[in-house]
C-alpha cells in the first residue's frame, strides 16, 4: 500500500487544527489555513465519528498516545481511509495541551495498478482492521464498566462496615439479656433457642466481618497501623484460642518459641488475626494428633510457621488456596463451617506487613503454613532507607553492554548506563513526566521551531564548564554519524546560539514533540565531536555532565562509576556504583 505522508497538530483548548498539503488538498482546505477539529470530525464517516472521537477524548484523559484508523470523506464525494497516530504535549500538571503527529492515506495511484482490485482488499483489510478495534473497544468498555462496578460495591461495603456491624452488635447484646432472663426463671427450651440463635448469629457476624475485611482491603481503606508491642503476650493470647478451639476434638496445641522474643514494630491486630485464621483452619480440619504453632527469631525477621496432622489439602487445590470464598481441607474430610475468607484475608494481610505466605501440603499427612516478617516494619513511604554517603550500589543488568559510545545503538541497557554520566537537555520523571535536564526551561517560535535556556554553571566531570557549544557539537556528531538517534533531530534545519546559554532549533514544520525527542540525545563534551566509537568504549570520550563519572571498564560486563560531586542536580547518596 502507498500513502501520503502528512502531518497534523491539534491544540486542545481552542480546538484549533493544523494539517499538511496532503490531508489538506484531500478536504478541500486552503493549505496553511487552521481549521478546527469539529470541522475535521464533520468530514468523517458517520460511522466512524463516535469512534474518533471517543479514542480522541481517552487520549486526552490519559495522556496517552493517540491512534485511529477511520474513513474520510473527501472534497470530491469519494471515501478513504486514514490512519491518524500522535503524542500528547502536557504542561507541568500533567494537562495535554495539545496532539501532533502524522497520518496516512490511502493512495490513489492504487487504481491503476495492475492490480484492480488491490484497493478493494485493501479496502476490506482495513474495514476488518477497524471492525477488530471496534470489538476491542466495546470489549474494554464492557471491562471497564464492570471493574468499576465492582470497585463501588467494595467502595460501598468498605464506607459502611460500621452501620453493618453496629445491628449485630446489637442484637449479640439482646441476646445476651434474654439469655440472663432465661437462666433466672430456668427456661430450658428457651436457652436452648438461644444457645441455636448465638450460634448463626456468630457464624454471621464472622461471615460479615470477613467480607467487609476483604471489601476494605481490596478498596484500599484498609491500612496498616504500625507501633511496637511486646510479641510475648500476643502468642500467649494465640495459645489460649489454640487450645480452646482444640480441647473439644482432643487434639493437642503445642507453641514453639524462644524464651525471650522481645519486642516487634508492626501492627499487633493484623498479626493476631493471621494466626488465629491460621490455627483456626489447622484446627479445622485436624481431628487426631497435634496443631503446632513455631516462631524462630532470626534477628532482623520472625518465621512463623503453623503445622498440623490434618486431612491436607489436595494439590489441584494449592493454586486456588488464597482466592477468596475457597474452602480448604482434603476431599476426604468432613465440610467445616466458615466463610473461605480467612485464608485470602490472612495472605493479604501477611504482603501489607511485608511478608508472602506460603503452604506446604501432603494429602492425609498434614500441612504447613509459614510465613516471615520483618521485625521492624517501615512505613509504607519509608519501606527504602536513605543511602548513607559512603554507600556503594551494585546495579544488575542481563545484556552485555555492547558499545559505550552514547550515539550508535538504542539499547535499553545501553540508554539506562548512558543517564549515569551522561544528561539530555530533557528527561522524563518517574511519571512520565517531560522534566528539564541540562535545559531548565523551553518555549516555541511560533510554528518554525524551540528556543532552549541551558542551565548555567554546569561542570563536566573534568571541571570543564558546560555550553551551548558543546550541544551543537553533539548535534552535529550525531547527524554525522546517521544512526538511529539522527531521527530525532532530522527536524532540526539549523542551530542558532544566541550567547553561551541560549540556542534556537529552526525546524521547517511545527514540531511539538522536538523537547521530548531531545531527551533520547546525551550531550557529550565538544572536544570529541570527531571521536569515533572506540574511544567511547575504552573510556577516552567519556566525559558527561551526569551524576555519576565513569571510571573503568571490567571487561565486556561491568562497569565502575564514582560520585559526580559537583553535579547540578546535587551529589547521589552513592559514593560507588
Known amino acids: 500500500m502507498a500513502g501520503w505522508p502528512s502531518g497534523w497538530d491539534l491544540r486542545i483548548a481552542d480546538d484549533v487544527l493544523a494539517v499538511g498539503p496532503a490531508l489538506a488538498e484531500l478536504l478541500g482546505w486552503p493549505v496553511d489555513e487552521p481549521a478546527t477539529g469539529a470541522a475535521f470530525l464533520a468530514c468523517l464517516h458517520p460511522d466512524d465519528v463516535a469512534r474518533h472521537a471517543s479514542a480522541l477524548r481517552e487520549a486526552e484523559a490519559t495522556g496517552s498516545r493517540f491512534a485511529c484508523a477511520s474513513r474520510i470523506v473527501g472534497v470530491d464525494g469519494g471515501t478513504r481511509w486514514l490512519f491518524l497516530s500522535g503524542n500528547a504535549e502536557r504542561d507541568e500538571a500533567g494537562r ?16 491503476t495498478s495492475p492490480r484492480a482490485d488491490l484497493p478493494l482488499a485493501m479496502g476490506d483489510l482495513l474495514a476488518a482492521g477497524v471492525a477488530a478495534l471496534e470489538t476491542g473497544e466495546a470489549e474494554k468498555t464492557r471491562r471497564l464498566e464492570a471493574e468499576e462496578n465492582v470497585f463501588s460495591q467494595r467502595e460501598f461495603l468498605s464506607t459502611v462496615s460500621h452501620e453493618i456491624r453496629n445491628p449485630l452488635t446489637v442484637i449479640f447484646a439482646n441476646i445476651g439479656i434474654l439469655r440472663a432472663r432465661a437462666e433466672q426463671q430456668q427456661d430450658t427450651g428457651l436457652l436452648q433457642r438461644l444457645a441455636t440463635l448465638e450460634r448463626a448469629g456468630k457464624h454471621l457476624r464472622d461471615l460479615v466481618s470477613d467480607v467487609l475485611d476483604l471489601a476494605k482491603i481490596e478498596a484500599g481503606h484498609l491500612l496498616v497501623e504500625p507501633d511496637w508491642f511486646d510479641l510475648a503476650p500476643l ?235 558543546d550541544v551543537v557539537a553533539t548535534f552535529e556528531r550525531v547527524a554525522r554519524l546517521g544512526g538511529p538517534y539522527a531521527a530525532f533531530l532530522r527536524p532540526v534545519e539549523r542551530v542558532e546560539v544566541s550567547d553561551p546559554h541560549t540556542l534556537e532549533l529552526r525546524t521547517a514544520t511545527p514540531q511539538p514533540l522536538l523537547p521530548i525527542d531531545l531527551g533520547h540525545v546525551s550531550i557529550i563534551h565538544r572536544r570529541f565531536a570527531e571521536a569515533d566509537s572506540a574511544a567511547f568504549d575504552d573510556l577516552t570520550a567519556i566525559l558527561g555532565t551526569g551524576p555519576f563519572q565513569l571510571t573503568q571498564r571490567l571487561g565486556a560486563r561491568a562497569l565502575r562509576f564514582n560520585r559526580h560531586a559537583a553535579y547540578w542536580g546535587g551529589a547521589s547518596n552513592w559514593r560507588e556504583l
Do not use: C
Request: glycine fraction near 10%.
Open 96 to 111: 495535554v495541551l495539545r496532539f501532533a503527529g502524522a497520518v496516512r492515506i490511502l493512495d490513489e495511484s492504487i487504481k
Open 235 to 469: 502468642l500467649l493470647e494465640i495459645e489460649d484460642m489454640g487450645h480452646a478451639l482444640t480441647r473439644e476434638s482432643g487434639v493437642m496445641f503445642l507453641l514453639d518459641t524462644p524464651a525471650d522474643l522481645g519486642r516487634m514494630f508492626g501492627d499487633r491486630l493484623k498479626l493476631k488475626q493471621i494466626l488465629l485464621n491460621l490455627v483456626g483452619n489447622a484446627a479445622k480440619f485436624t481431628k487426631a494428633g497435634r496443631v503446632t504453632l513455631i516462631v524462630t527469631d532470626r534477628g532482623n525477621s520472625l518465621i512463623f510457621e503453623v503445622s498440623d496432622t490434618g486431612s491436607g489439602i489436595p494439590a489441584d487445590r494449592l493454586e486456588t488456596l488464597f482466592k477468596a470464598f475457597v474452602q480448604v481441607g482434603g476431599s476426604n474430610a468432613p465440610r467445616a463451617a466458615g466463610t473461605g475468607l480467612g485464608l485470602s484475608i490472612s495472605e493479604r494481610y501477611v504482603r501489607m506487613l511485608g511478608g508472602r505466605l506460603s503452604v506446604n501440603s501432603r494429602l492425609g499427612e498434614g500441612s504447613t503454613f509459614d510465613f516471615a516478617l520483618p521485625r521492624v516494619l517501615q512505613p509504607a513511604d519509608a519501606r527504602v532507607p536513605p543511602a548513607r554517603g559512603e554507600d556503594r550500589l551494585v546495579i544488575g543488568h542481563t545484556e552485555d553492554l555492547g558499545t559505550l559510545d552514547p550515539h550508535v545503538q538504542i539499547r535499553a541497557t545501553n540508554e539506562m548506563i548512558a543517564r549515569h554520566h551522561f544528561d539530555a537537555l530533557t528527561a522524563m520523571d518517574a511519571t512520565g513526566r517531560l522534566v528539564p535536564g541540562l535545559a531548565t526551561r523551553w518555549e516555541p517560535l511560533g510554528e518554525h521551531g524551540w528556543r532552549f535556556h541551558l542551565r548555567a554553571n554546569v561542570s563536566f566531570h573534568d571541571g570543564s564548564s558546560f555550553d551551548a557549544r
